[in-house]
């Protein structure tokens, strides 16, 4: 999977994903941008809800469960300190329905957690990142 990145202007970037999506992001103000887009960290949030959500909404579908909404709500708490890693995610599933089952709404959860979703594996399981950089001249 690959995704692109590039400069707009100032700290603005445009994000294009393997599939064709684009998505723009920016800084605050107060730390140069123009505020014209999202946080990086803001969308790694996004990613771990986003990817819960689907696991959670295709099994309670399996299930049979009758679900008119459904929500998931993320409160982060991060590191006082550079980098100000997230030293806490917490993730509250708001399911809406009638004669909804809690026992498959918990497991739906749990299946989520503990098998499906990729992006909670990945950030359990400290991945290796790697850098390189490339150079090019104009002129």
Do not use: W
Request: hydrophobic share 40%.
């Amino acid at each position: 999977m690959k995704v692109e990145l590039s400069l707009v202007e100032g700290m603005k970037f445009a994000g294009r994903t393997e599939s064709g999506h684009q998505i723009t992001l920016d800084a605050s103000r107060e730390h140069g941008g123009e505020d014209a887009g999202a946080r990086p960290t803001e969308l790694l949030l996004l990613a771990l809800a986003g990817c819960t959500a689907m696991d959670v909404i295709s099994i309670l579908r399996k299930k049979k469960q009758a679900v008119s909404s459904f929500a998931v709500e993320v409160d982060g708490t991060r590191a006082e300190e550079h980098p100000k890693r997230f030293t806490r995610i917490e993730l509250t599933f708001v399911v809406r329905g009638r004669g909804l089952d809690p026992a498959a709404v918990a497991r739906a959860v749990s299946l989520s957690y503990d098998r499906y979703c990729s992006v909670r594996a990945t950030l359990q399981g400290n991945p290796e990142i790697v850098t390189s950089q490339r150079v090019e001249e104009i002129g």
